[in-house]
């Protein structure tokens, strides 16, 4: 009978919920996970499904164990993302966030963000997530904003904070700046090209190599290596840039790569970081040519921010138009090609070679990013993250997997600062705040009337907001009521582990890791940093909604159950590795999770079935009567114990879920619910009973945190349950070391052995199952006869055999097996099978292996094969003489003992 999780799951959420389960208990020791808020504007995907699923395994776990456990979860207002959401609404409506206005805009996101916002959250609980749903927090509500606020002031005071002129990462489609993290890194075929800028002086031309031929209008030099011997011929001459017709200098820089083309390269100060440390090194202007949109021109930005449109077209003007005007207001890929066309025609383009290289997109629209000369607010990092890495390195907290290591210690000893500032309007508005009189600038708490400087006004507030993970990187303690002083930043401050995606580890993880450390009292905001793996598809992408290969977890929910979905990804993911599922078959895929509840589920119909009323417990249960697969079944319960513990305390999930099932699978349902049958049938189910119960109970327990529904469904039912229990609530089982017992366990093994010994002999004589077998056991060593005369009646009923004589010679002829310390079995085939038929099937197998062999060792005696051919393939061939000597042997001994000629 299959289960259906369908009706069971929201009844069982709901009972957890009004039991109010979910919130920690008010005594005991706390554990604190605070959930990667996902984007308010998210809707559950499966890598959320496998991050929420492994907080939600660990924090169940440790509420069993008695702690008070606090899973704080919530969502994040995503600056740039949920501005894109509402943008392309309003795009349908054929509009734009400036047709709006500021005010409009935002109010626009607030009632989008308040319609929709909730979905992310609702689905968690699908999935049986058991966060503190009465602690749920959102990067910008109005205590929230207070804490963002209150850093950013206390940052400025500590002048952490300052205004940079410099070249940042711009998305053109976005209309921001953005941090060096969420500028990512691709790999693209491009191409380098060679052009030509003609000497002033008439003395012919100097070529220069780029890959953003466009840029070359904002060049203000030419730059060449001071050692290399090409260029000092041309040191202190002047070129004329093709098109913007301007002359530019010939310098000499340190910083340029001497193998890199042609050992000339342009200098674009306004439009590359490097070139603008160039520029300032040797005071050279810097023309801004592109637009904030990405077309070229030179008047800056007209449609964003009053800032921007200063610092865009303000700074450095050159005196000289550079964009000539048919190329004004054209994309800067689509000018690229016309400046091309043009200085092929001008035969100033002397080649062009395929580049391969590195090219940054926006990490929210994938937009080819363009460096821009801008305006913006940084943090100072080095004073934040240098206190963090010498506590990573006194072993603070561990990042595991452990081979982070490396590149979390690169990224925290190189940390660049942060650019803080976004031209966008959904977010924190920087409170910075400037005086239209005496143009004082300073950073506050409250918004000012008037300046504290001249005491006069007005004043104007910086207009653009703080990036998203300003907000976020205060998660563990802004979200507990910091700054001020509550009892739950008392209690839950600091936490312990943090479970996320690689992905995030340098926009979220680090920065949370600093600011708990400055803030908090150098109390760092959690002990483990646990970094899972990626959902991919079977040929090894990331899942994601452009490429069409994602799965709905919800989906999944609907077709096998929550835990279903639970169970494949848990048991599919080890440490840090990789989730494959394959979005095209879910059926296949989410199949082990969906088996094995159908298999619980009936494990559960059976035992239930056969306990009483009243179950013994199992301390009260007489041991001196225990047979010995009952005494093998509590020692293999207690082992099932203390790995599953252990596993999850070192957060391998994996080996926690394949324990359990190994044992509820091989060992209670395969072996010890066959061996007690007749005890159950028969109505002695005292002992068998408690034990059942036992170890049902216990399979029970270990198994909740990953499948929550179905074990709490089962649990309910195990006789001796009171109305108002909970399996969420109850207690982690712990091993009772009286009920360990190494000898059950080798001498059970040696019945299973017997009786899978027996079964592969009718498996090879494909005997009938009805038919009943005479087997002998001949014990040697330590297989004493005493071992299996215990468990006779179990070794007859599962294999199956009409008689089992013990340590007698076997009589007649028939199939044997060896196992243990030479004991043999026997079973009697004749009138049983075709004696005849077998003998002749046995011995054609046994002539063909012998003349294989014969080949074999002829090719192996014959020198010159032996002497020329490759050392491993001579070895290869010896280990398969030996391999087909065994299985001849094999053959010879099943031809001895069934009595063939
Ligand atoms: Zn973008
Ligand atoms: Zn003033």
Not at 622 to 641: F, G, K, N, S, V
Not at 642 to 653: A, G, H, I, K
């Amino acid at each position: 009978m299959a289960y259906d999780p369908r009706p069971v799951e929201p009844a069982i959420y709901k009972r957890w919920l009004d039991a109010g389960v979910f919130q920690p208990r008010p005594e005991g020791e706390p554990y604190v996970i605070v959930i990667p808020p996902p984007n308010v504007t998210d809707i559950l995907h499966v890598g959320h499904a496998l991050n929420n699923v492994i907080q939600d395994v660990l924090i169940r776990f440790e509420r069993m164990r008695g702690r008070a456990t606090e899973w704080l979860p919530g969502t994040d207002h995503a600056g740039i993302a949920t501005q894109n959401v509402v943008e392309k609404r309003l795009a349908a409506e054929g509009k734009t966030r400036f047709d709006l206005g500021r005010d409009e805009f935002v109010k626009r996101t607030w009632d989008y963000v308040r319609k929709t916002g909730n979905t992310i959250i609702e689905q968690l609980k699908i999935i049986g997530c058991s966060c503190d749903w009465s602690r749920q927090r959102f990067t910008l509500d109005a205590e929230y904003s207070a804490a963002v606020r209150e850093v950013f002031v206390r940052l400025w005071e500590e002048k952490l904070i300052y205004r940079g002129h410099r070249v940042i990462h711009w998305c053109p489609h976005c209309l921001t700046a953005l941090s060096d993290e969420e500028a990512e890194h691709h790999e693209t075929n491009g191409n380098l090209y060679y052009i030509r800028y003609p000497l002033v002086d008439g003395s012919g031309f100097i070529t220069v190599a780029t890959t953003r031929p466009e840029t070359m209008l904002g060049d203000t030099a030419v730059a060449v290596n001071p050692d290399d011997p090409r260029g000092r011929p041309y040191i202190g001459k002047k070129v004329r840039v093709p098109i913007a017709d301007v002359e530019i200098p010939v310098i000499a820089d340190e910083s340029v790569d001497k193998d890199f083309g042609t050992g000339f390269v342009k200098v674009t100060p306004a439009h590359d970081a490097s070139d603008f440390e160039i520029g300032m090194r040797h005071s050279l202007p810097m023309p801004l040519i592109m637009r904030e949109d990405g077309t070229l021109g030179e008047d800056g930005g007209q449609k964003t921010t009053a800032a921007v449109k200063d610092n865009g077209g303000g700074r450095d003007r050159p005196t000289a138009r550079r964009v000539p005007p048919e190329l004004v207001g054209v994309d800067r890929f689509k000018a690229r090609k016309k400046i091309l066309e043009r200085l092929e025609a001008t035969a100033l383009l002397v080649k062009t070679e395929p580049h391969r290289h590195s090219v940054r997109r926006c990490y929210r629209c994938d937009t080819v990013v363009e460096p821009r000369l801008s305006d913006q607010w940084f943090v100072k990092m080095k004073p934040l993250a240098e206190p963090v890495l010498a506590e990573y390195r006194k072993g603070s907290f561990v990042i595991i997997p452990e081979r982070w290591r490396a590149t979390f210690e690169h990224w925290m000893e190189n940390i660049r600062d942060w650019n803080i500032s976004r031209q966008l309007w959904w977010g924190h508005r920087i409170p910075v705040f400037t005086c239209t009189k005496c143009k004082h600038q300073w950073a506050d708490r409250v918004d000012p009337k008037q300046c504290p400087q001249c005491g006069a006004g007005p004043v104007e507030q910086d207009p653009d907001v703080l990036d998203t993970w300003f907000s976020s990187w205060l998660w563990p303690f802004a979200t507990f009521g910091w700054p001020q002083d509550t009892p739950d930043l008392e209690r839950f401050y600091p936490g312990h582990t943090l479970v996320t995606a690689p992905e995030i580890l340098f926009f979220w993880v680090a920065r949370m890791l600093m600011s708990g450390y400055h803030y908090m009292d150098q109390r760092l905001p959690f002990r483990t940093v646990y970094l899972h793996g990626t959902v991919r598809d079977t040929k090894h992408r990331k899942m994601s909604k452009s490429l069409g290969n994602g799965i709905d977890p919800l989906d999944v929910v609907k077709l096998f159950g929550a835990d279903a979905l639970r169970w494949t990804l848990i048991a599919g993911s080890s440490l840090g590795a990789d989730v494959i599922l394959d979005p095209n078959d879910l059926e296949t895929t989410f199949a082990p999770g969906r088996n094995f509840a159908n298999k619980l589920w009936n494990i559960g119909q059976f035992v239930l079935g056969q306990l009483p009323k009243n179950v013994t417990a199992i301390e009260a249960v007489d041991r001196r009567q225990l047979t010995l697969a009952d005494r093998w079944i509590l020692a293999r319960a207690q082992a099932m114990i203390r790995e599953t513990t252990v596993s999850l305390e070192q957060f391998r999930l994996d080996e926690a879920a394949k324990r359990c099932y190994e044992f509820v699978w091989n060992e209670l349902a395969d072996w010890y619910v066959e061996a007690v049958k007749p005890r159950l049938v028969s109505g002695d189910v005292g002992t068998a009973g408690a034990i059942l119960a036992y170890c049902f109970d216990a399979a029970l327990r270990l198994l909740h945190p990953v499948v929550p529904f179905i074990t709490e469904a089962l649990w309910q039912r195990l006789p001796g349950r009171t109305a108002d229990e909970l399996l969420a609530v109850a207690r982690w089982p712990v091993a009772r070391p009286e009920l360990d017992d190494p000898r059950a366990d080798q001498e059970f093994a040696r019945v299973k052995t017997v009786i899978e010994q027996i079964r592969s002999i009718r498996a090879e004589y494909r005997v009938s199952p009805k038919t009943r077998l005479k087997a002998t056991i001949a014990a040697r060593g330590n297989d004493r006869p005493a071992t299996f005369e215990g468990e006779r009646d179990t070794i007859v009923r599962l294999a199956q055999l009409d008689s089992l004589a013990l340590d007698g010679a076997p009589q007649g002829v028939g199939a044997h097996a060896v196992f243990g310390d030479g004991s043999e079995v026997v079973v009697a085939l004749e009138g049983v099978v075709d004696l005849t038929h077998e003998c002749r099937r046995l011995s054609d197998e046994f002539d063909r292996l012998e003349k294989q062999l014969g080949n074999l060792a002829a090719r192996l005696t014959n020198e010159r094969f032996v002497s020329r051919a490759p050392q491993d393939v001579v070895a290869k061939e010896r280990e398969k003489e030996k391999a087909w000597r065994d299985q001849r042997d094999v053959l010879a001994g099943k031809l001895k003992s069934l009595g063939c000629s």
